[in-house]
């Protein structure tokens, strides 16, 4: 059953050697080379020619160049535009410095990519699913919502990619701009192109649409990709957690040999004050070590994630929080086109802050269910050093783990409200100052 949910999942079950022989691995690892964002070189793969710290370099200065050129066009041209237009433009740019952040803070990041390194070759539950049934389980559950997630993430970057393209290219069809192509002021996806008029020149056009189109993949797969990245590790540490409490709940408690009429040894669970047997309590303080080692190895790489990623999620929440505010201003004036044109863009930002929030979250509600895993361990019938190793995986396990941005605040729900709480109490204000 188990192999056939693998095998619906996309994954060849005949000859897997490792997380990379799962097509939702490859598909990601096919866009991270794109973006320089794939750390094929410490994971001892053959490079591409795309690939390399050049080429991350070349990502960063290209995303810079787009900034730089959409800030230019914008100071030139924004009395051209009125307020609705504005926004576009605005949201735009910010989604631009979005992608510069991502070059600079990961792209260039030897931190991210020895992260990467880790989760692939060590964390993946891929290593973990044959330490027993209930961690098969798990493995095939996290493997099916990576998939799928995969699949979502990468559907909707093409379609929102081709959306933003194709409706200003449809626009200019419509309003017959491509059948008298002089003189024309052609309506443009991304206003980026500075100093070049390409508003009434048709060469001038066709380069900003290509390079609209090639920049909108770029800047969209730096953010959707490397999200699709950090969500595929939080999946996994989920299962880690549901592997170590499961272990720990089920951890076996004193037993007894006793002869039946068949005169055959079988074991029976021990009742009332009796305690472990010798032998049973050395394979207790197996259990135990074992426990705290894998404890101590979701924190280090928790930590070491929240230290590759912080920065970076940080300038993602500032984002969102800057976008958000942009959003519900140009949807307070209530207006026909406003809302066509920015109310789905609104509900698409603020679930997108929504759903990875609540990915954060579980690591942080894992971390306390482990606290009572910890305590229902039966330390009553051990003797003192296995109770003493008992305690003190209970003291370690108190603070609860989460990823942090920018090492000064927990990313999860908390820090969601406080975005939107902040983003309506500004959209409530323009309202009442309107009226």
């Given at each position: 059953?188990?192999?056939?949910?693998?095998?619906?999942?996309?994954?060849?079950?005949?000859?897997?050697?490792?997380?990379?022989?799962?097509?939702?691995?490859?598909?990601?690892?096919?866009?991270?080379?794109?973006?320089?964002?794939w750390p094929g070189k410490a994971l001892g793969e053959k490079s591409l020619p795309i690939?390399?710290?050049?080429?991350?370099?070349?990502?960063?200065?290209?995303?810079?160049?787009?900034l730089a050129a959409g800030a230019a066009y914008l100071k030139k041209n924004r009395h051209k535009y009125e307020f609705l237009e504005l926004g576009q433009l605005y949201i735009v740019l910010l989604m631009n410095m979005l992608c510069c952040t991502r070059a600079f803070?990961?792209?260039?990041?030897?931190?991210?990519?020895?992260?990467?390194?880790?989760?692939?070759?060590?964390?993946?539950?891929?290593?973990?699913?044959?330490?027993?049934?209930?961690?098969?389980k798990i493995h095939v559950t996290v493997h099916l919502l990576s998939y799928f997630s995969t699949v979502y993430?990468?559907?909707?970057?093409?379609?929102?990619?081709?959306?933003?393209?194709?409706?200003?290219?449809?626009?200019?069809?419509?309003?017959?701009?491509?059948?008298?192509?002089?003189?024309?002021?052609?309506?443009?996806?991304?206003?980026?192109?500075?100093?070049?008029?390409?508003?009434?020149?048709?060469?001038?056009?066709?380069?900003?649409?290509?390079s609209g189109w090639y920049g909108t993949f770029l800047c969209g797969s730096s953010v959707s990709m490397f999200d699709l990245f950090l969500c595929l590790m939080i999946y996994n540490l989920w299962g880690h957690f549901k592997i170590l409490i499961y272990n720990l709940e089920n951890f076996p408690r004193p037993?007894?040999?006793?002869?039946?009429?068949?005169?055959?040894?079988?074991?029976?669970?021990?009742?009332?004050?009796?305690?472990?047997?010798?032998?049973?309590?050395?394979?207790?303080?197996?259990?135990?070590?074992?426990a705290i080692q894998y404890h101590k190895l979701i924190v280090d790489f928790?930590?070491?994630?929240?230290?590759?990623?912080?920065?970076?999620?940080?300038?993602?929440?500032?984002?969102?929080?800057?976008t958000g505010c942009l959003l519900l201003l140009e949807c307070s004036t209530m207006t026909v086109a406003a809302l066509s044109r920015y109310l789905p863009l609104t509900f698409i930002m603020f679930g997108e802050l929504i759903l990875l929030s609540i990915i954060f979250e579980t690591i942080g509600t894992m971390s306390e269910k482990l606290r009572d895993a910890v305590y229902s361990?039966?330390?009553?019938?051990?003797?003192?050093?296995?109770?003493?190793?008992v305690l003190i995986f209970l003291i370690r396990v108190q603070e609860p783990i989460h990823v942090k941005a920018g090492g000064i605040m927990d990313v999860g729900v908390t820090t969601m409200a406080s975005i939107l709480k902040t983003s309506f109490s500004y959209f409530a204000f323009l309202r009442t100052f309107e009226s």
């Open positions: 059953m188990l192999a056939h949910l693998e095998k619906a999942a996309g994954a060849a079950v005949v000859g897997i050697n490792g997380p990379m022989d799962y097509n939702y691995m490859r598909a990601l690892r096919v866009v991270l080379r794109i973006i320089s964002g690939e390399g710290m050049g080429h991350a370099y070349y990502n960063t200065i290209l995303a810079l160049v787009y803070t990961l792209c260039l990041s030897q931190k991210y990519r020895r992260v990467a390194k880790t989760f692939i070759q060590e964390i993946h539950l891929f290593y973990f699913k044959h330490k027993s049934d209930f961690a098969m993430l990468t559907s909707m970057l093409v379609l929102a990619a081709c959306l933003f393209n194709l409706i200003p290219m449809y626009a200019n069809y419509n309003s017959g701009k491509y059948h008298d192509l002089q003189n024309r002021t052609y309506e443009q996806a991304i206003n980026c192109l500075y100093p070049w008029n390409y508003e009434t020149s048709l060469s001038g056009y066709i380069v900003a649409m290509l037993a007894a040999e006793v002869v039946d009429a068949a005169g055959e040894e079988r074991s029976e669970m021990r009742i009332g004050s009796e305690m472990y047997s010798q032998s049973e309590l050395d394979e207790v303080a197996s259990l135990l070590k074992d928790t930590n070491d994630m929240s230290d590759a990623f912080g920065m970076a999620l940080f300038l993602y929440y500032s984002f969102h929080q800057v361990v039966p330390w009553e019938y051990m003797d003192t050093k296995n109770r003493r190793t």
